[in-house]
């Protein structure tokens, strides 16, 4: 497609339970970034990857969080044994070029999953 | 002060008007700028980005204030379509990944 995609969209799930979130970002893109969006908050930094690596982990809020990106295309987000304070949207961005240049790149979001936790 | 700020609204204006908004950075060394639109429910998508002293297209204006540290968003003629929560983004660092102002809300009413 042209654009990020993300599955699901939306997520329910027993506290308690594992997660694991889809994104596959615009072809091309080396840059792949994940954001958690609260009700009324802007989007904020979960996590930074260039291809394959993982550069920055450093918005993850626990260690219950992890991510993934093994050939440098579509990234996963897992997360275990959910609690309710995760209840959030997971939105999934990616821009054409790596870091050092790509401070000064749009980055195009996905659709987003919404995850409740009950 | 926090990294970016916004003022959340909302702003009602009437269809045809002409409306501003601001968003205050606190980090000095910023390049670069984005404002994103999200429709509620909806992912956010880009509309504008700003390098230089401010950008423009079609009905809206983005310009830099480095001295004081904020960029505006003006739309004029405003269309009910505009309805939305407009976003501030500014780039952390050289990877870029984004710091967001929580976004500032829009009803054109008619």
């Known amino acids: 497609g042209a654009g990020v995609s993300q599955s699901p969209r939306y997520k329910v799930a027993k506290r308690g339970q594992d997660v694991a979130l889809r994104c596959d970002p615009i072809?091309?893109?080396?840059?792949l970034f994940w954001y958690q969006q609260a009700l009324g908050q802007g989007p904020e930094f979960l996590t930074y990857?260039?291809?394959?690596?993982?550069?920055?982990k450093s918005g993850l809020p626990s260690d219950r969080f992890f991510a993934e990106r093994p050939e440098g295309s579509v990234s996963t987000l897992k997360i275990q044994r959910t609690q309710q304070e995760d209840s959030a949207v997971y939105l999934c961005?990616?821009?054409?070029?790596?870091?050092?240049?790509?401070?000064?790149?749009?980055?195009?979001f996905g659709d987003g999953t919404r995850l409740s936790i009950l | 002060r926090k990294e970016v700020e916004q003022d959340p609204g909302p702003f009602n204006v009437p269809e045809g008007a002409t409306v501003a908004f601001n968003c205050t950075y606190s980090?000095?060394?910023?390049?670069?700028f984005f404002w994103y639109r999200q429709d509620c429910r909806k992912e956010p998508k880009l509309l504008m980005s700003v390098y230089s002293s401010g950008n423009e297209d079609g009905r809206f204006t983005a310009q830099l204030n480095r001295a004081s540290q904020y960029i505006s968003l003006l739309i004029r003629d405003s269309k009910l379509s505009d309805s939305a929560t407009y976003l501030c983004?500014?780039?952390?660092?050289?990877?870029?990944?984004?710091?967001f102002g929580k976004g500032t809300k829009l009803s054109v009413k008619p």
């Open positions: 990857f260039q291809n394959e690596a993982q550069l920055d």
């Open positions: 983004a500014v780039p952390r660092g050289s990877q870029g990944n984004l710091i």
């Open positions: 961005a990616s821009s054409l070029v790596g870091q050092a240049l790509s401070s000064n790149q749009p980055q195009h």
């Open positions: 072809s091309g893109h080396v840059s």
């Open positions: 980090n000095s060394a910023s390049q670069s």
